[in-house]
């Protein structure tokens, strides 16, 4: 009895402190699996949009991840933790939709794989459904997004809520200085339709139809400490894979990435996030997805584009961020797509959030120009914030 009302203590003494004011700004470094327990997090992100004329945009080219009207885009449920004396951790994030459940990621984590083999003591390993290596903004979930949307390369190349398949991962980071780390994952659908099946109409840059089908993602990353407050990561991300059912086509993609951090001293704010990515497909004989030679195969092509979106908080509640959008260079067998994006967000704490946001896509191909406005609003609650791995996020 002494033992269970001993063990009891303890755990009303953490969630105490998980729920007390003062702990917020530690929402990511408290955790309970270093006593034995599991952490556990909600996030619910909803929005309210608006497009100028929802009947007459091509949404395989900018995503749908939103109707018009009320979204609930997500309502996450984590489950993660680690093993007390093994170099395992294991995280599980749960969606939510009105009428539906998913699992976005659910895998196992060998972060000491030099526990078995000296000689492994600079790799880790991955197994499970995952987010996939490629880019920055592929790695993290949703909420943490500064935007309320994916990019249009996203879109068009990875789908709108980018790639988290069934497979394998290992990373190799040498022993030298400065860091540099190499991965490389296989991933398939499992037994699940659909690629990557967030939405019913993905753009398929990739055939996946059974299990046997595989992408690969090969990627390389190095990060600088510019100064005592800025930083500098530089990425270089590949994907390998059919891009028709019954056939040896296949799209390369190859994707590069520049992300540049500035905080001042110790508060969260002011800070800075500017992030850049740029993808590019190799495509043999592709079928294409959006325009005016929608689903038709067309001769092999080069397509790509980029986004650059630079974000500041200017102060303790307030954060305002931009991006612009292009895909077109080249253009390929597709139409081009610009779009502009602005955002305006107050914290309420660090986990949860009211957004505004506006954007403006150009005309594109046989598409009239349009407008689309949101309004988020994103909470989180939990003994850490969702999202095991990079956080992108400086909370």
Sequence with gaps: MRRRGFLLGVIGLLVFLAWAPDAGAHTKGLTLSRFGLIDVSLQANVDYVTFSDPNRIDFDKIGDR???????????????????????????????TQDSASIEEAFLF???????SSWLSDFQATVGQFRAKFGQLNQIHDHEWFLDDMPL???KF????????LGAEVTYQPPISPFIQFSLSAQSKGTLSGYPAATSNTPPTFALQSTD?????????????????????????????????????????????????????????PYIRWLTE??????????????????????????????????????????????????GMPKGNEDEDLRFSAGLRYLLTPVAKI??????????????????AFIQLNVGLGTVTP?????????
């Design 387 to 395: 999202g095991v791995g990079k956080f992108l996020d400086p909370f």
């Design 153 to 155: 390369i996203y879109v």
């Design 158 to 165: 990875l789908g709108p809520d980018g790639v988290h398949l």
């Design 355 to 372: 957004g505004i946001q506006f954007e403006y896509g150009a005309k594109s191909g046989q598409d009239p120009s349009y407008y689309a």
């Design 278 to 327: 740029g993808i590019w497909a190799v495509r043999q004989n592709p079928i294409v997805v959006a325009g005016a030679n929608k689903g038709r195969e067309m001769s092999s092509d080069v397509v790509g584009g980029f986004f650059t979106e630079l974000g500041y908080r200017f102060s303790r509640h307030w954060q305002v961020t931009g991006r612009v959008d292009y895909v």
């Design 66 to 96: 939103q109707s018009k009207g009320f979204n609930l885009t997500s309502f996450d449920l984590s489950l993660s933790g680690e093993t007390a004396e093994f170099p395992l951790k294991f995280a599980m994030f749960l969606t939510f």
């Design 213 to 269: 089908d595989v992408v690969v993602f090969p990627r390389v990353e190095t990060f600088f400490d510019l100064t005592n407050t800025a930083d500098l990561s530089l990425g270089a991300s590949g994907a390998i894979g059919k891009n028709k059912p019954n056939s040896d086509d296949r799209t390369y993609l190859i994707g590069g990435d520049v992300l540049y951090r500035w905080k001042s001293g110790a508060q969260s704010y």
């Design 110 to 116: 060998f972060h000491k794989l030099g526990e078995f």
